[in-house]
C-alpha cells in the first residue's frame, strides 16, 4: 500500500537528516538501507582495516541482545554495528536467554531486539548451537536468481542461539 510505503520513506529521510546533523549512529535501521550488502560490506572493511587483515579472512557473528540491553546502548560498538529494524516470521524470541522459540498463537511475525553485528577473523569463529536464519529485504522471499545462487532479495544469514534441546 501506497501509505506504509511513504511512511517508509519518511522514516529513511529522518534517519539520514539525524545520521548529517548528529553523525553516524549508535545503532543503525537496517530496514532503512535500500543496498544493505553495502553496509555489510562497510562493516567488514572497517573491520579488516583496524586490525589489518584481508577482507576475506573476516566472517560475522551475531548477537543478539536483550531488550533492556538495547535500549541501554549510547556508544556504536567497538567492533562491528547494532542493527535494528529485523523481523522473525514463523517464531519467537525468547528474550530473558536470547533464544529462538515457538512462537505465540497466532503471531506471524515478531520484532527482534536490537542484533550486534560482530566481525571477527574467520579462524577466530566459534561454532555454537545455533540457527542460520536468512535475512531478506523484504517479507516476500522471493526475487531473482543471481549469480551468487541466492535470491536479489536475500542479505546475509544471521545465526541466532538455539535452545540445547531444539535441533
Known sequence: PLGAWVNDLMARFEMFDQW??????????ISGF????????????????KYTIP???VKFDFKVLSRAEGDAIENKAEDGAYINGLFMVGAGW????QTVRESNPKELD????????VPMESKNFKSRHSYMCP???????QGMLSTTGH???FVVMCIVNCKPEDS
Open 20 to 29: 548529517i546533523a548528529g553523525g553516524s549512529p549508535a545503532v543503525y535501521w
Open 34 to 49: 535500500y543496498f544493505t550488502q553495502a553496509f555489510l560490506t562497510g562493516t567488514r572493511q572497517n573491520f579488516a582495516r
Open 55 to 57: 577482507i576475506d579472512m
Open 94 to 97: 525468547d528474550d530473558s536467554d
Open 110 to 117: 515478531i520484532v527482534m531486539p536490537v542484533i550486534q553485528i
Open 135 to 141: 535475512v531478506y529485504k523484504t517479507s516476500k522471499r
Open 151 to 153: 535470491s536479489t532479495n
